[in-house]
């Protein structure tokens, strides 16, 4: 294995091994091969893939993975060392790792004394031979050896000289790389840069890692540290997944090192940075969790800017108020409006939202475009997460937006009978929709639900694309507090389809009003996004929805 | 105003200024006013509380703050130097700052020359003489100034003579303190070291600050750099709340420095830091906005452990896997697997509130209580912002309730009739006090609030101290996300009276069961409190209120 050249780093990301054990995240066989891919695709040298042996899952996803092949990655296996009294050869955790086939092996042993001798309970002599024999073993086993230093600069700090030893068995087992692990996460930058200027001193012609957790908020800070001090060997998970507070982020490790620091991957320099903002929304994605807006580098706020002298700062000079240019990570520049916002945030966003073209040279409609907005978030609208409503507002403006169908009235009805019973919700909606009246009822576990319901009950018969949306999320929040439940609440709902997901929001003193403006608008930007035109509302194709039954759900 | 000692550091908050800029978080005058008092509480020494003048929400914090009285921390009023072409005191940003009355000011001028001429479009000498007269106005007029250097970090890249004496002008206008800011988030910790050394050297005499972004995701190492390199004054925001990617997280920066490098406040040491995760929990609560179960130290999974080798390890010594003690923050060990979280957490909560006395030596009563906790909990009942709600939880555990009415039944119908037209909304609440049944009905400006009216009409006759009650605020969240409308909210009501306010929590599918139930704690924490006995169950001084009419709103 070559070693990194001085202005070269390595990259080795263990997001489907350490990152899978983040609480409430757990990675399927189909994900985690999605996921190399994505990995291998972004250019990271080193993925661990998991230990296999210690869990079905991981066994599963070795196998199927010997069937593909990566671009330039090494798929690596993790274990332990091997147990105290076992030859290597007959050890499980060792030939489980070489069982598995990886293009190597990462085996992590014990650098701090007082794990050893209180979590293996053995001797610090014996632990010296278990790491240096077990290294030994599979070097010869599978060419390419990582040692993991469990604990290391929490043993460096409590006895110097045996942590050191620990490495040196390692080296003398053919260790490939020594990892240093702050496997607590609680070091701070000086004392990881003074444990590793020790650790060059002592072991010189070794490459080294490094491998944070986050229990500080330090992980990156940390890893920085080392390789300012001379680490080239870099671990950590895309958006910082790992169990506690997770490990070093490497969606914030990379760009600092490659656009700040000026190293580089030997498969991931800046073009292929630009991939990184969508293969950490990918992980989130196969992680089923909510990304973080402010998430440096790739979160949806990272580059978003409110406020008119922001804004045309940014305008003018981006440096003014970005650290870096938001496409260099593949992410976008956003102008929200907000209540602060002027008239330039309002027509960057219609820029961005492709909204310009249609209003271009007729200022007097952007200037209409303008007013409304303000009207409205004077109101309490927040358009922040309710493109979908923005847009809305500015095609009725501009009189480029069907209407699909006309309210006539609805109502809600919530009845509690028992003191130990929740309320049973009920909703009936009337509509003029292609002519006729169309009039439903629905029923829900609250009234919000039962209004969505009925409501579309009242539209799918002529819009069968409806039933391809999904309510995703609902928000809710009072405006103007002071008042009690006087106060107006602002409603934002998040739809999606098999496409794409979007964002409405209403206001009104009434909860049920708000959620029936977001929800018409949800509804409304499905049907105008399918190209919908109105001519249902002139009369149509319509029987089957009208008086559609009270019985279902 | 005295500065502080080596040992010693000056911690400043921005939650209510710089935190209210984060996108989708708006915080009302109640959340800020109780916000401030928390902070306080806390052991900051300066709450930065709004822009007066910029807005009028701020305008109303600040009139509101001044009938309140804080326990140490001052409260500071935040603007920027005045514009081109004014004297001070005709400047509308400065004499805005002087209206509002705070404990003093910080305002903020340009120190990246870029800036200066960009933005403001004026000479770099005339800037000097902006910073210097409005610090120098403000001095005068309110005793304290602080001196924010926005851009402070890339000006003195840019151009470092010239963010010098903007520093210069500062100081010759007798600020207080001289924060340099890294306003674009994107400064990296050796350069941060390297800033502050130079402005060390230049300025011996000042008292510096530090004011980080997380542009780079090392705002809190950034921020421990500036106070390893001499500076004392410590800014940031908690959880992170900011624009972008956030201010600096006070949360991680002051463990950080207190428990690991030996500082403390004034006001803030080991023994304040218990109150840090408590205080986490209610920013996010206000601010509505999930916490984030890995933030360092006070996330729900920062001393959560998987299963296995790591509990027992953690078991023998809590050193082999945890950096800190978690109850150093107030936070709590959770073992994944056993369930055991929590006991601590919640002996904790009734010692903080005083409720520990009535279970004393009752260890049945407390585990009773824990039991009870936990499953709301797992409900999605949450007791951060509802204090009142967790004694009501108590004192229903030990038999110390009485309860003073009893439900049978309630409607409440909102009826849309034109689409141009809010809904109106009717409720009717049917419940057994005082050995009668009450039966009311009120309408509101929607369903909640015609429930309460509903409900206070029934109470009042008998407790008519209820009059002196007022709903505060009102919050709506969903507690699981990912069912549309189907999901569980949560609400959480503030009440108040004239000595006091109150939180009271409910969760339901139902939006309206959930107002219900914070609602009937509201008022029965109102009567418990003022000592109301439950012989009105029984039957006492009944007829007025049965009945009562259908008119009123």
């Known amino acids: 294995m070559t070693n990194p050249t001085d202005s070269n780093i390595e990259v080795f990301d263990t997001t489907l091994r350490d990152g899978g054990q983040s609480e409430a995240v757990s990675f399927s066989v189909e994900d ?122 929490d043993g460096y700090a409590n006895h110097p000289d045996y942590a050191l030893r620990v490495l040196e068995a390692a080296a003398d087992g053919g260790a490939d790389r020594l990892v240093l692990c702050d496997t607590n996460g609680g070091g701070l930058p000086a004392q990881i840069g003074a444990a590793v200027d020790a650790v060059r001193e002592r072991l010189p012609g070794e490459v080294l890692g490094i491998h944070c957790h986050n229990d500080g908020g330090l992980a990156v800070a940390n890893t920085l540290a080392a390789v300012e001090h001379g680490v080239r060997h870099v671990q950590g998970t895309l958006n910082g997944l790992g169990e506690r507070c997770g490990n070093a982020d490497l969606t914030a490790i990379l760009p600092n090192l490659i ?4 190293y580089r991957g030997a498969q991931l320099g800046p073009e292929e940075l630009e991939r990184l903002t969508a293969t950490s929304r990918l992980v989130d994605e196969l992680a089923n969790r909510s990304p973080r807006n402010n998430q440096p580098f790739v979160g949806q706020s990272a580059f978003a800017h409110k406020g008119g002298v922001h804004v045309s700062a940014v305008r003018k ?98 009845a509690k009978r028992h003191a130990g019973e929740a309320p049973e919700s009920e909703a009936t909606v009337m509509l003029e929709v292609g002519g006729e009246r169309a009039h439903t009822a629905g029923t829900g576990n609250g009234p919000v639900n039962a209004l969505d319901h009925a409501l579309r009950k009242a539209l799918v018969g002529f819009y069968p694309e409806l039933r391809e949306m999904d309510l995703v999320d609902f928000k809710v929040r009072v405006v103007s507090a002071g008042g009690g439940t006087d106060a107006a609440v602002r409603v934002l709902i998040e739809s999606g389809d098999p496409h794409e997901h979007w964002g409405t929001v209403g206001v009104s003193a009434n909860v049920i009003e708000a959620s029936y403006q977001a929800l018409v608008d949800a509804v409304t930007y499905k049907l105008a996004k399918n190209g919908r035109s109105d001519h249902l509302l002139a009369g149509g194709v319509v029987e089957q929805a009208s008086g559609s039954g009270l019985d279902e759900g």
């Open 32 to 153: 985690k091969l999605h996921l190399a891919e994505a990995l291998d695709h972004l250019g990271v040298d080193f993925i661990e893939g998991g230990w296999p042996g210690a869990n079905p899952r991981d066994d599963a996803f070795f196998e199927a993975a010997r069937e593909r092949t990566l671009r330039h990655a090494r798929l690596l296996a993790f274990g332990s060392t091997m147990r105290s009294g076992n030859t290597p050869a007959q050890d499980p955790v060792l030939s489980g790792l070489v069982a598995a086939g990886p293009d190597g092996a990462v085996i992590f042993g014990k650098a701090w004394d007082l794990h050893v001798e209180l979590g293996l309970g053995i001797g610090l002599e014996e632990n010296l031979a278990l790491v240096r024999d077990s290294v030994a073993y599979l070097k010869e086993q599978l060419g390419v050896v990582l040692f993991d230093a469990e604990h290391f600069f």
């Open 259 to 262: 656009l700040k620091l000026g």
């Open 317 to 414: 000079d981006a440096r003014t108020y970005e650290h870096i240019a938001p496409e260099a990570v593949g992410n976008v520049r956003r102008i929200l409006v907000s209540d602060q916002s002027g008239r330039s945030n309002i027509v960057h966003k219609l820029q961005e939202l492709g909204l310009l073209d249609r209003l271009e040279g007729n200022d007097a409609a952007v200037a209409q475009v303008v007013e409304r907005i303000k009207d409205l978030e004077h109101q309490g609208y927040q358009f922040e997460g309710a493109d979908a409503s923005f847009e809305l507002v500015v095609r009725r403006v501009i009189g480029d937006l069907p209407e699909y169908f006309r309210l006539v009235g609805f109502r809600v009805l919530d």
